[in-house]
């Protein structure tokens, strides 16, 4: 069901505050695009797989179970990598922890650190703040 005109307003204000509030945490929760698969390595994949299947072929005519073994495995490894995208610490993971003026380990340093840091800014803006 979609939603009214009254209802969209408010969810687009509340991502706008989101994003004013806490910029970092609203880019963490923002969709991702998916990373798109490069020809050249669905190619490497797939030569991969062929020469997998040649090795496997060549090691059934010869009763040498090692070799079929290898060629398996490296038939798997081929088509792995043909199918999965690209990717690595430099394109997700690091970037949102990285950026942030290095006050400190907020994300990185534990749940404890977080949690309290997040329980903090809740208490603050509720304005139940023991410690004043």
Excluded: C, N
């Excluded at 009214?4 to 989101?18: F, I, P, T, Y």
């Excluded at 010869?62 to 792995?80: E, R």
């Amino acid at each position: 069901m979609p939603l009214s005109e009254h209802e969209q307003k408010m969810l687009d204000e509340m991502e706008r505050q989101l994003f004013a509030d806490d910029p970092r945490l609203a880019r963490a929760f923002a969709p991702k695009p998916t990373p798109r698969r490069s020809g050249r390595r669905i190619l490497i994949g797939l030569g991969a797989v062929v020469v997998g299947l040649g090795v496997l072929v060549l090691a059934v005519s010869l009763p040498a179970v090692w070799l079929g073994v290898i060629a398996f495995i490296g038939m798997l490894t081929g088509a792995v990598y043909a199918v999965t995208a690209p990717g690595g610490p430099s394109e997700g993971d690091g970037s949102p922890r990285d950026g942030g003026g290095g006050t400190g380990p907020t994300t990185s340093g534990g749940d404890g650190t977080f949690m309290r840091k997040m329980e903090e800014r809740w208490e603050k803006r509720a304005g139940d703040d023991p410690r004043l």
